[in-house]
Nanobody
Framework: QVQVVESGGGSVQPGGSLSLACAAS????????VGWFRQAPGKERGFVAA????????EYEDSVKGRFTISRNNAKNTVFLQLNSLRPEDTAVYFC?????????????????WGQGTQVTVSS
């Protein structure tokens, strides 16, 4: 059974940092591309960042470029998302998702496996 579990969310003040982790089991993790998405209340789920199976390619949504960093450790079946210089508009539930390598659309929501999400709140 495939499981994708996010961790590391919390509450921070504007300008603060958080580190999110996405741990996967039940699949050949090193063969999967992984994406992070977020959903704020009343809004659609949107792309944040993604990393290909080898870690060779990363993509970011424009508003998080230079502030967020995605990375992975295939030996530990884990993908990380470092969130720096957080803003109130970054407040959302953050979801991790995985799909087989070489499939199209890193920025779309067409991923096979999803976690339950972790809350990130940025507020003074």
């Amino acid at each position: 059974q495939v499981q994708v579990v996010e961790s590391g969310g919390g509450s921070v003040q504007p300008g603060g940092s958080l580190s999110l982790a996405c741990a996967a089991s039940g699949l050949a993790f090193s063969w999967y591309d992984v994406g992070w998405f977020r959903q704020a209340p009343g809004k659609e789920r949107g792309f944040v960042a993604a990393i290909t199976w080898s870690g060779g390619t990363t993509e970011y949504e424009d508003s998080v470029k230079g502030r967020f960093t995605i990375s992975r450790n295939n030996a530990k079946n884990t993908v990380f998302l470092q969130l720096n210089s957080l803003r109130p508009e970054d407040t959302a539930v953050y979801f991790c998702a995985a799909k087989p390598r070489y499939s199209e659309g890193l920025r779309t929501t067409a991923y096979d496996y999803w976690g339950q999400g972790t809350q990130v709140t940025v507020s003074s």
